[in-house]
């Protein structure tokens, strides 16, 4: 069971202290008792505070934590909530940063929401990496810290075990973001049916599994793997797309292996299939024209492809994955 702690801070929206809460705590619980099986809870929350004393909320809610952040030895994942203003943040919780510092530096996972990601950037562990905050604040936070990447239009930032969220209701969208992450797909997927909530832009796309498969640097090959998901109901002879990229059919082979693990027609292959998973959990479409629309005619090759990288046919794994 993973350990989630959540980091209240002054003047904090409520809904992004209780909603990550909530989302954390039903995890494998409301799902499976509506389906007349036993919990299996994935997490265990608290909330904390830099004192351990009660807070009040911006919309005068107070709220009673359960500690101190001088009470937490370990946790897998710290989110930070929301804020008002970073200056008077600052003022009354600086110490928060240094407790961040070294909790990352021991392997936490730390996830904002909306405005608690000045709060990260303040401890200068989003420095050269991407992050995301309300769009409202993203011109203050480009002048105050120039070396982070800011994407106000993306909702989710995830890189090196450091995640944003763009604004306060995003909050949800990230933690189920995070229970997809660190529990799989299908308790992400009972998760948003139990709350009858939209993961659709939640979940990871049909291409992001395939991030671990880029930490190298082989850059004409991180451009194939950009090329391929971008347009992967096109048709790509290995001569052509060899010669797109200057190299030859076997050079493209051999480093693309070398890269990513996979043939370039094996990655294709995965990609296409991520592509007809979203589409068959989104969408009311027959299977042929899901095969015809990432890129196969003969739709009974498509259907033994997905059989053999998924476990199931198409038609199960539609009965059970697709969203209410």
């Not at 946790?75 to 919780?93: A, F």
């Not at 996972?109 to 420095?127: M, P, S, W, Y």
């Not at 971008?230 to 010669?243: I, M, Q, V």
């Not at 024209?289 to 196969?296: D, K, L, N, R």
Request: aromatic residues 10%; neutral net charge.
């Amino acid at each position: 069971m993973k350990k989630v702690t959540i980091l209240a801070m002054f003047n904090t929206m409520a809904s992004t202290v209780i909603g990550p809460m909530d989302i954390f705590f039903q995890a494998g619980v409301i799902w499976n008792y509506f389906q007349g099986e036993k919990p299996r809870p994935f997490f265990k929350t608290q909330i904390v505070t830099t004192d351990g004393k009660p807070f009040k909320c911006l919309n005068g809610t107070i709220m009673t934590p359960d500690g101190s952040i001088h009470d937490v030895d370990s946790t897998d994942l710290i989110i930070v909530s929301s804020i008002l203003n970073i200056e008077k943040t600052m003022k009354y919780q600086g110490e928060v940063l240094d407790w961040l510092k070294h909790h990352y530096g021991r392997g936490t996972h730390i996830a904002t929401i909306c405005t608690g990601a000045f709060v990260l950037a303040e401890t200068g562990l989003l420095d050269g990496k991407t992050a995301t905050t309300h769009w409202g604040a993203a011109d203050e936070f480009r002048q105050r810290y120039p070396r982070i990447d800011l994407k106000p239009e993306r909702l989710i930032t995830d890189e090196s075990d450091l995640f944003c969220s763009g604004g306060m209701n995003a909050g949800s969208d990230l933690s189920l973001y995070l229970v997809e992450k660190y529990c799989g797909h299908e308790v992400a997927l009972q998760s948003s049916k139990a709350m009858i909530s939209d993961i659709g832009r939640t979940l990871q796309t049909p291409y992001s599994i395939f991030q671990f498969q880029k930490d190298h640097n082989d850059t004409q090959i991180l451009s194939v793997q950009k090329l391929m998901e971008e347009s992967f109901d096109r048709s790509y002879p290995y001569e052509e797309l060899a010669r797109r990229f200057g190299m030859s059919r076997r050079t493209l082979e051999r480093r693309f292996k070398a890269a990513t693990g996979d043939t370039p027609l094996i990655y294709l292959q995965r990609v296409r299939v991520e592509a007809a998973k979203n589409m068959i959990e989104t969408q009311n479409l027959s299977f042929d024209e899901i095969a015809y629309s990432v890129g196969y005619e003969d739709t009974s090759a498509f259907r033994k492809i997905f059989l053999k990288q998924t476990g199931l046919r198409p038609t199960e794994y539609k009965r059970r994955f697709q969203r209410i």
